[in-house]
Nanobody, 113 residues
């Protein structure tokens, strides 16, 4: 059974940084494209960043230049490094394997101004 687990969330201050991790059991993440999404209260879930098996990355415009998605294949983890955080980045962040339609449970990132 494939499961994803996000970690690394928590209260951050505007201008600060956090690194989220998405770890997997039951599969090897390097064999999959992986996506990070976020959902703020009262808003639709939003695609934030993606990384392909070939390490091609893409970002939503609002996080370009501030967020970085990366792989650690040895640890079977996908990271989302978030720098220069803004209050509008506050959300629950989820990782997803689109090929298997698997979602993690999410990790909360509140950003105070």
């Amino acid at each position: 059974q494939v499961q994803l687990l996000e970690s690394g969330g928590g209260l951050a201050q505007a201008g600060g940084s956090l690194r989220l991790s998405c770890s997997a059991s039951g599969t090897t993440l390097s064999n999959h494209g992986v996506a990070w999404y976020r959902q703020a209260p009262g808003k639709q879930r939003e695609l934030v960043a993606t990384i392909t098996t070939g390490a091609f990355v893409a970002y939503v415009d609002s996080v370009k230049g501030r967020f970085t998605i990366s792989r650690d294949s040895a640890k079977n983890i996908i990271y989302l490094q978030m720098n220069n955080l803004k209050p509008e980045d506050s959300a629950v962040y989820y990782c997803r394997l689109p090929s298997l339609e698997i979602w993690g449970q999410g990790t909360l990132v509140p950003v105070s101004s």
